[in-house]
């Protein structure tokens, strides 16, 4: 089959529009295209459909029957992920709950494993599955938000949406019986749920009615309810959030005894969170609490629980930016009251805490356990449960992530967590508090595929301002020489997000090494902005300081051409939502530093972002628009503002989901727009491109479509990069 030459950009007329924002000229010529539903933003996107559908024809006939075919790459992904996916379990009682997903599953299910006797050569127990999105949905767009038991495991409350909307609707079922008993109710997006002991109640978190706020507000006004399994939504009881910032995210949990419930808000993604707590034995009872500050106010994030043992137990960043437990007495909440039990450690942050004891009546803690992230490498520590002292260390399978540490809620002495690494499917891990041993308690129901011999290194790189910036380098150990140094440069992709306290720890990816294997290198950047390194880290890559997360990637893909690991010409950078952010500057900073680029889902007008979608609550984390100075910093380096006419722009494939409510689309129409104007690259080399899908939202999606998605960007690096050559 010969390849077509492409077609021409398709027609996209600019406006004459600019703006004077606070003193600075801003020009929006391609504004008409944030209306997804006019005539002319339909043609164009049509036009970039069929755009994309002959480059899609053209790489298929470059590729054939080779190793980058759609059919070989589709086959070796699900390979990859033919192991399928289990999850830590969430114990009530004899029962527990869980999620898994075979190979061959489009979603992981909700199942439930219960002692039957008759079963004795399964060890006695059976289990069920209790919620499955495809049987809610064949279709497969339907995906399961959330779920949590009730105290006794009676019940189970669930979350699902559909079309990658997010906007979850909750509903409940018999766990028995698996009759649904209360449900639907809507605007429940983000939203906990805390039971209260008897099953008969829970508070949970709902957005108010769209009547009764602003239309361009309807995504925000939280508030925490009351609600009587059974009973109408419409007469639940609003216990907390009236009068506080709109754009709240609210938390919500009530104590394993039912006394306590704790509320904890934050101003959209701003690293602060307020805390309450209330005595529901007190006057005013379950239906209005009366709540007592624990840190409110302070400009750190607080997490807070009341432990079996009847103390108030807090995580925070206050004064420890990379995290530290304190304890108090729950009728003492106040930071004065506070007694650091677990310090901060000064290169390595505090993920998160659990305490073995006698269970049962024996609610003296004897183990506190505490999982940290060290330069983005997990380890897992011991210490006494009163004093903090260090008492031990808890094996690992190797250099990796850990996730949860979880508990029976009625006490116990075994701890289970999730393990992985770049080579590693995640499995569950029980730790034996009595022994100080570890075993695998749980591993993914299919078959592990094999692997070719992978490297994963960290190095170190400086950015502009002397900053040591780390990243995890993948590649062939036949590819490298015997002190891990490639033998020749090979076309590379360098993946990164920099922002929100996200770290980007080592992690099972079947695209990684779908890209190894082929004879590729993958890097992870863990750039300013994310968690890696705790909030300080954090905070020097947003705000003011976002350029930092820039120059962190252009430094570390310095550092892989220099090394020789690369050439521009055979590298792609490679990002979604926040990290399309990065990316899309990455592109228009330094397009001499790639050849290919894949953006998806992002962010790119950020002089705009704040009116769309989410945008509002990322002001914290971004700058506001509306301000002056903050404005300032944001045209500094927002990709859409930063695009110059007779530029050679690097090949761009973005790939956007017409069911985005967090990131509008609008965003990587713009850019596209933008690129196709003002780039001198030849059209057929360094084409910018546009993936559209349907029925798909920011988040969660059915397996095939996260391979065919995969796929098709796997196979534009390739071929870009020459890969495919």
């Not at 209330?278 to 106010?297: M, R, W, Y």
């Not at 190894?516 to 950047?525: H, K, L, T």
Request: charge should be negative; charged fraction near 25%.
């Amino acid at each position: 089959m010969t390849a077509p030459a492409l077609r021409p950009y398709p027609s996209a007329h600019r406006l004459d529009l600019v703006e004077d924002l606070h003193g600075h000229r801003v020009a929006d010529p391609y504004r008409w295209l944030e209306d997804a539903d006019d005539d002319a933003t339909r043609t164009w996107s049509q036009a970039q459909d069929e755009r994309y559908a002959d480059y899609r024809q053209g790489l298929t006939a470059r590729v054939g029957d080779g190793p980058w075919s759609a059919e070989r790459l589709t086959t070796r992904l699900r390979e990859l992920l033919g192991a399928g996916v289990v999850g830590a379990p969430a114990w009530r009682g004899d029962r527990y709950f869980f999620v898994r997903r075979t190979g061959e599953q489009e979603h992981a299910v909700v199942l439930v494993s219960e002692p039957d006797p008759d079963l004795e050569a399964e060890g006695g127990r059976r289990e069920r599955v209790l919620i499955d999105p495809v049987a809610l949905d064949p279709a497969g767009t339907t995906t399961l938000d959330s779920w949590q038991p009730s105290k006794e495991g009676r019940l189970l409350a669930y979350q699902v949406s559909h079309g990658g909307t997010e906007e979850s609707v909750l509903h409940v079922l018999d766990v028995t019986t698996g009759e649904l008993v209360d449900g639907p109710v809507d605007r429940a997006r983000y939203s906990p749920v805390a039971w209260l002991p008897g099953g008969e109640a829970f508070f949970y978190v709902r957005r108010l009615a769209p009547d009764l706020v602003p239309a361009d507000e309807q995504q925000y006004h939280r508030r925490v309810w009351l609600h009587r399994v059974g009973t109408s939504p419409d007469t639940d009881v609003q216990v907390f959030g009236e009068g506080l910032d709109l754009t709240n995210y609210y938390g919500v949990s009530v104590s394993r005894d039912g006394r306590w419930l704790i509320v904890s808000a934050s101003a959209g993604t701003a690293p602060r969170t307020d805390v309450w707590i209330a005595d529901l034995t007190a006057a005013g009872g379950v239906e209005a609490p009366s709540f007592v500050e624990v840190a409110v106010g302070l400009d750190a994030q607080t997490g807070a629980w009341v432990g079996r043992d009847g103390r108030l137990y807090v995580h925070t960043d206050l004064d420890a930016p990379r995290g530290r437990v304190a304890v108090t007495d729950p009728t003492s909440p106040g930071v004065p009251h506070w007694r650091t039990l677990l310090a901060e450690d000064g290169t390595a942050v505090l993920e998160d805490v659990a305490f073995t004891d006698g269970g049962g009546d024996d609610r003296t803690p004897t183990l506190l356990v505490a999982s940290w992230r060290r330069h983005t490498v997990s380890e897992v520590t011991l210490h006494d449960p009163t004093t903090g002292a260090l008492q031990g260390a808890v094996d690992l399978p190797g250099l990796g992530s850990v996730s949860g540490l979880v508990t029976r809620p009625d006490g116990g002495g075994d701890v289970w967590f999730s393990y992985t690494d770049h080579t590693t499917v995640p499995s569950v891990r029980r730790f034996d508090a009595t022994t100080r041993t570890t075993s695998l308690w749980a591993a993914p129901p299919g078959t592990v595929a094999d692997v070719p011999p992978v490297r994963a290194q960290q190095v170190e790189v400086t950015s502009a301002d002397g900053t040591v910036v780390r990243a995890f380098v993948l590649a062939r150990t036949d590819a490298l020489d015997a002190d891990g140094r490639p033998l020749a440069p090979a076309p590379t992709i360098l993946y990164g997000y920099g922002g929100f306290q996200i770290s980007l720890d080592p992690a099972y990816s079947a695209a990684t090494l779908a890209w190894v294997e082929a004879g590729g290198v993958y890097v992870v950047a863990n750039l300013r902005g994310g968690g890696e390194e705790g909030e300080d880290w954090h905070r020097s890559g947003m705000r003011a300081h976002k350029q930092n997360v820039f120059d962190d990637f252009h430094a570390v893909a310095e550092h892989l051409v220099a090394g020789g690991w690369t050439t521009p010409d055979r590298l792609a950078c490679w990002g979604g939502s926040n990290g399309g952010l990065l990316v899309g500057a990455a592109l228009t900073q330094r397009p001499d530093l790639f050849a290919a680029v894949v953006c998806s889902a992002p962010l790119l007008d950020m002089v705009r972002y704040q009116r769309f979608g989410l945008g509002v609550t990322w002001t914290e984390e971004y700058g506001d628009a509306d301000d002056p100075v903050e404005l300032g910093w944001l045209l500094g380096y927002s990709p859409y503002h930063r695009v110059v006419d007779g530029t050679a722009y690097p090949a761009t494939l973005f790939t956007v989901f017409e069911g985005d409510t967090r990131v509008d689309p609008l965003h990587a129409r713009k850019l596209a727009a933008a690129l196709q104007a003002a780039t001198s690259a030849d059209v057929d080399r360094s084409p910018v491109l546009v993936r559209r899908e349907t029925g798909v939202g920011h988040g969660a999606r059915a397996l095939s479509r996260s391979v065919a998605l995969t796929v098709e960007q796997l196979q534009f690096v390739a071929d870009r990069t020459g890969a495919t050559r």
